[in-house]
């Protein structure tokens, strides 16, 4: 992939947390492309960054140092809000434990982050197609069924079925999924990479953060993360 | 949307919620609830405590009055027509009035008036007993005693002028006012305080008219002549034509007892009526008669020196009512350019009769007040119990504002993870704050309209629940008609209070949840979301 055609261009990040009186240097100058269309795979070991660097990839975590460009416009360089609309309309997450609002059903949690982007007003006069979509949504990660359900009432995968229906909902340009099977079963893992798999088959740009060499290997390309830094093959053992 | 929508959502599932309403709900119901009864309380005593002023009044403070009162007002009343509706003089002393025929003296404040200006000047006429009933009957020029008389068949027959009163007035009456003067009874059938009661006896006696030898009439304060019952009605115990003995202490223009305090007139007078300004302290004292007797009596007439100068008359107030205007504070407010006006020919008036009196200081010392001025003091000291309650009452409501606020701090930190969700689907910081502020509202919505609803039901329904309460223990009897003059508990809830309450409600409880809003909106969703 030429820079020309990145979608994602993280540039010399770095990422510092304090721990008390320690500070604990998570990232360290870590710089990595994500292509549009693309399936990338970032690995890495427990506590080596991976989640804070899909954080700041996707605007919900800020970086001490370098930059992140998407469709070479810099994420940090506006405002609060410009980075809120990011999230709602450019990136769609998926978390490893799902988080779903208990209160809200199956349809009310995948059409969150569309109310969340629209104002009373405009809710009213686009609920209707808003929510036609969400039903297809819905239908396409296998719920339709389950339409009505409160996450309580659903399996895990189901569960991450619905926050992948939800990351799904504004068709987002990039989703960024953080250990989308960490919490599943062998099977029930299964059936979610081949759910994202046909997702970005379809076109849909993916990051996908995991410890899991099996799950990275769905992805076209895997990065590793180490000492806060990419060393990189890619899954066919291309090196980026 | 999300917001209005989170905000429903955890209304309806967040049962913690449920014990922020009912705060709120129990606090604007007693607020309602206090704020109705005391603001009802002022009104009336408001309403009442202008008794029989007029809309200005003019005095000095002084007993022996001031002089050349009626030349100023035959000034004004010719000078100032489209503002000065009527102006009477007021002659206001202390006597002692006895009753005869139970041996009762009591101390009395002396009430001079010219019945009809003065009936013109205030609601006088409204607040009178037998008056009400037998409309244009009352008098306080000297005349003899009502006697009934019986037809052929028995029947009680009135004296005609009263006869026709009566009837005049059971035209105009309403049904309710109809059985109130029955359960009162005040019609033909001899009520207590029309007839004599020694010649309702008299068994010969066929033909109505009037008895015994003329004498002035006296309409006497209702508390000074009749018992007020626990349940605020009145048992009277004289009847109209009751022979009453006044005794006065007149007081040379100098202030000092005529005579040397050895001359104090009595005079006897025939019970007219009684009044009833709902001012205890009014009603338990005064006694009205007539001006010009009143003030022959105490020797404030005109008089000639032995020089042949004249000495004038005096009163010591001078009522004035000004023209009504479209609504009552239009017409308060002209009553204050009025008192301006008066002030300045009041002035030159003064100036010019100083020569021709012995006391210039009574005419100097005459102030002209609205009668909400001469009043203050005691509108003041129910207006600040009224503040005091409310501020006591408000304080209490912190309680409900601090346990939103707790209960909102639990709801952020159990919802701490779900803040992180909203803001990682693009919530943003003032979006997630104003969750929880459009949650505290709606609480303080529905709270509000719980509470006012309940407040409003309470008011309404406050002196069944009293009788209700006093059946089941008479010491539970909050409100003695005895001790407040007024017979049942004020219930009126206006709709003003019930929209500041509700408003204050809403900002409360908003208040309430506000740290907890900021709490949210500070909420780091990467933090949030870490930990299951």
């Known amino acids: 992939m ?16 304090l721990l008390g009186r320690y500070r604990l240097h998570v990232l360290r100058g870590c710089s990595v492309t994500v292509g549009d269309g693309e399936f990338l795979a970032i690995m890495g070991a427990s506590g080596s960054g991976k989640s804070t660097l899909l954080h700041i990839m996707g ?53 969150l982050p569309a109310m969340v982007g629209s104002s009373i007003a405009g809710w009213f006069s686009r609920k209707a197609d808003v929510t036609a979509y969400a039903r297809k949504v819905i239908e396409q990660v296998g719920l339709k069924d389950r339409i009505r359900h409160r996450p309580n009432e659903l399996s895990g995968g189901e569960r991450q079925r619905v926050a992948i229906g939800r990351a799904l909902i504004n068709r987002p340009r990039v989703l960024l999924a953080d250990e989308p099977t960490g919490n599943l079963d062998t099977a029930t893992g299964r059936e979610i990479l081949s759910l994202l798999t046909r997702l970005n088959e379809e076109g849909q740009t993916i990051v996908m953060v995991t410890h899991d060499a099996q799950v990275a290997a769905a992805a076209h390309r895997v990065v590793n993360l180490v000492d806060g830094q990419i060393r990189t093959r890619n899954a066919a053992g291309t090196r980026d | 949307m999300y917001k209005l929508f989170l905000c429903l959502r955890y209304l309806r599932k967040r049962r913690i919620a449920f014990f922020a309403i009912a705060a709120v709900w129990l606090c604007t119901a007693m607020v309602l609830i206090v704020i109705s009864v005391m603001g009802g309380f002022l009104d009336m005593v408001k309403a009442r405590s202008r008794g029989l002023l007029g809309d200005l009044i003019m005095e000095n403070g002084a007993l022996q009055g001031f002089p050349f009162y009626q030349e100023f007002i035959d000034q004004i009343k010719k000078e100032m027509p489209d ?72 029947e009680i027959v009135l004296p005609p002028e009263f006869q026709t009163a009566y009837e005049r007035w059971l035209k105009t009456a309403t049904p309710a006012e ?34 015994g030898d003329p004498e002035p009439g006296l309409i006497v304060g209702v508390d000074v002549c009749a018992k007020r019952l626990p349940n605020g009605e009145y048992e009277r115990y004289y009847q109209r034509g009751y022979k009453l003995l006044l005794t006065l202490l007149p007081l040379t223009p100098r202030g000092t007892l005529a005579g040397g305090g050895t001359s104090a007139p009595t005079i006897a007078f025939h019970l007219v009526d009684d009044s009833c300004t709902g001012v205890y302290d009014i009603d338990s004292v005064s006694v009205y008669g007539d001006f ?85 003091k005691f509108i003041m000291a129910v207006e600040k119990e009224k503040i005091l309650v409310t501020i006591l009452f408000c304080i209490i409501s912190l309680v409900a504002v601090l346990l939103v606020g707790c209960i909102f701090y639990m709801i952020v930190q159990q919802k701490t993870r779900d803040i992180g969700i909203v803001k990682s689907v693009g919530a943003t910081w003032h979006g997630v704050a104003s969750i929880f502020l459009a949650y505290g ?33 008479p010491n539970l009897q909050v409100w ?53």
């Not at chain 2, 309940?454 to 406050?462: E, K, L, Q, S």
């Open chain 1, 59 to 111: 605007a919900l975590d800020t970086p001490d140092k370098g930059k992140v460009l998407f469709e070479d416009h810099d994420v940090f360089a506006g405002s609060a809000a410009a980075r809120d609309r990011l999230r709602n309309q450019t990136f769609g997450f998926v978390f490893q434990f799902y988080h779903l609002l208990p209160e809200l059903n199956v349809l009310e949690n995948v059409l």
């Open chain 2, 83 to 154: 503002r000065i509706e009527e102006a009477t003089p007021v002659i206001v002393n202390y006597g002692l009035l006895r009753f005869p025929s139970s041996n009762i003296t009591k101390p009395v404040q002396v009430v001079g008036i010219r019945f009809e200006e003065t009936c013109r000047v205030n609601d006088f006429r409204k607040g009178l007993f037998l008056e009400r009933y037998y409309p244009g009957t009352d008098s306080l020029a000297p005349e003899k005693i009502p006697a009934f008389g019986l037809d052929a068949s028995g």
């Open chain 1, 2 to 17: 030429s820079e020309r055609d990145a979608l994602i261009r993280v540039q010399s990040v770095q990422k510092t947390y």
């Open chain 2, 178 to 211: 109809k059985a109130e003067a029955q359960r009162q009874r005040t019609g033909p059938y001899p009520g207590p305080g029309l007839f004599y009661p020694a010649h309702y006896l008299e068994p010969n006696r066929t033909q109505p008219g009037w008895l």
């Open chain 2, 441 to 473: 509202a709606a609480v303080g919505v529905v709270g509000g309209i719980l509470g006012l609803i309940c407040g409003a039901v309470f008011v309404h329904y406050i002196n069944d629940i009293q009788d209700l309460l006093t059946k089941l223990n």
């Open chain 2, 292 to 376: 010009d007797i009143i003030q022959n009596a105490l020797l404030m007439g005109e008089t000639k020196r032995e020089d042949g100068t004249r000495i004038p008359p005096r009163a010591t107030q001078v009522q004035i009512k000004v023209r009504e205007q479209a609504t009552a504070e239009k017409t308060h407010d002209f009553a204050i350019e009025t008192r301006k006006l008066l002030q300045d020919r009041w002035t030159n008036f003064m100036e010019a009769h100083l020569d021709q009196t012995t006391e210039p200081t009574l005419l100097s010392e005459v102030e002209i007040r609205t009668w909400e001025e001469k009043q203050a």
């Open chain 2, 480 to 532: 003695s008609p005895e001790v407040y003059t007024f017979s049942r508990i004020p219930n009126d809830v206006k709709p003003w209070d019930v929209g500041a309450i509700f408003v204050v409600a809403i900002l409360a409880s908003m208040t309430g949840s506000l740290i907890a809003a900021v709490k949210a909106a500070r909420v780091w969703p990467v933090e949030a979301l870490r930990y299951e």
